[in-house]
Antibody, heavy 120, light 110 residues
Framework: EVQLLESGGGVVQPGGSLRLSCAASGFTFRSNAMAWVRQAPGKGLEWVSKISGSDGRTSYADSVKGRFTVSRDNSKNTLYMQMNSLRVEDTAVYYCVQMSTGGRYFFASWGQGTLVTVSS | QTVVTQEPSFSVSPGGTVTLTCGLN?????????PSWYQQTPGQAPRTLIY???TRSSGVPDRFSGSILGNKAALTITGAQADDESDYYCVLYMGSGIWVFGGGTKLTVL
């Protein structure tokens, strides 16, 4: 069974930084691309970033490009998101997501999420 | 800017059929957008329902089906049940490692 456990959320002031982690188990971590998807309070889902499994290629939504950096440690089965220059509008639950394999481009399994609150 | 459109809300009677759609502000949705659908109830993580347009995820009842209708992706629920009352999100792959979610549809079963 796929398990994704996010951590690192909390309260941070505007302009501050935070690093999220996602511990993965139940599958061959390096074989899957991984993604972060967020959801602001009372709002819809927003794709944030994706990182490929083996070569580490990354992509970002325009809303976070240049401020957020996704990375992974395949030896630790862990996904990360370094979030810098945080804004109030970055307040959201951040979900760690296992992506599909085989060029099917969908979000296969979801963690329970970690809440990031940006507030002064 | 790419915007994925969904009906903000929809209502269906128990046992009825409802079709939710997922469109683009410019252009048509096709299978090359790999449309997928997710169900979310309050306080819970999303659940994957449909991927690559019309493939049901493991454990999803066959009353859920996906398709392309005209220039949009569609999610049809046939024989709606009370526990289908949820938020439903579609997402489209736009190429170059970019995905865009729709705003979601709040489905009421009454």
């Amino acid at each position: 069974e796929v398990q994704l456990l996010e951590s690192g959320g909390g309260v941070v002031q505007p302009g501050g930084s935070l690093r999220l982690s996602c511990a993965a188990s139940g599958f061959t971590f390096r074989s899957n691309a991984m993604a972060w998807v967020r959801q602001a309070p009372g709002k819809g889902l927003e794709w944030v970033s994706k990182i490929s499994g083996s070569d580490g290629r990354t992509s970002y939504a325009d809303s976070v490009k240049g401020r957020f950096t996704v990375s992974r440690d395949n030896s630790k089965n862990t996904l990360y998101m370094q979030m810098n220059s945080l804004r109030v509008e970055d307040t959201a639950v951040y979900y760690c997501v296992q992506m599909s394999t085989g060029g099917r481009y969908f979000f296969a399994s979801w963690g329970q999420g970690t809440l990031v609150t940006v507030s002064s | 800017q790419t915007v994925v459109t969904q009906e903000p809300s929809f209502s269906v009677s128990p046992g009825g059929t409802v079709t939710l759609t997922c469109g683009l502000n410019s252009g048509s949705v096709s299978t090359t957008n790999f449309p997928s659908w997710y169900q979310q109830t309050p306080g819970q993580a999303p659940r994957t329902l449909i991927y690559t347009t019309n493939t049901r995820s493991s454990g999803v009842p066959d009353r859920f089906s996906g398709s392309i209708l005209g220039n949009k992706a569609a999610l049809t629920i046939t024989g709606a049940q009370a526990d289908d009352e949820s938020d439903y999100y579609c997402v489209l792959y736009m190429g170059s490692g970019i995905w865009v979610f729709g705003g979601g549809t709040k489905l009421t079963v009454l």
